[in-house]
């Protein structure tokens, strides 16, 4: 059974930072691209970060120069460091695997931001 466990969330002051750690099993996890999403109210699920299985990386715009995705193979986990959080990161962050037709989600972890 394949299973993706977020945590790291929380409510943090605008300027500070966060380390989402995303567990997976289940999964040969070093074979998998890995990605972080988020989805705040109101809005669709947007893609925020990911990372291949030979560590390769892209960002969404709003996020570039503030997050950072990184894996441990050892471990079978992907991290999510957030750093000078602004409101509108505001969201729920969910921990994604994905292989081919394979695609596996998290259910998530709340990140608020306040002001």
């Known amino acids: 059974q394949v299973q993706l466990v977020e945590s790291g969330g929380g409510l943090v002051q605008a300027g500070g930072s966060l380390r989402l750690p995303c567990a997976a099993s289940?999964?040969?996890?070093?074979?998998?691209?890995m990605a972080w999403y988020r989805q705040a109210p109101g809005k669709q699920r947007e893609l925020v970060a990911t990372?291949?299985?030979?560590?390769?990386?892209n960002y969404a715009d709003s996020v570039k120069g503030r997050f950072t995705i990184s894996r441990d193979n050892a471990k079978n986990a992907v991290y999510l460091q957030m750093n000078s959080l602004k409101p509108e990161d505001t969201a729920v962050y969910y921990c994604?695997?994905?292989?081919?037709?394979?695609?596996?989600w998290g259910r998530g972890t709340q990140v608020t931001v306040s002001s």
């Open positions: 994604n695997a994905q292989r081919s037709v394979l695609n596996y």
């Open positions: 990372i291949t299985s030979r560590s390769s990386t």
């Open positions: 289940g999964i040969v996890f070093d074979i998998y691209t």
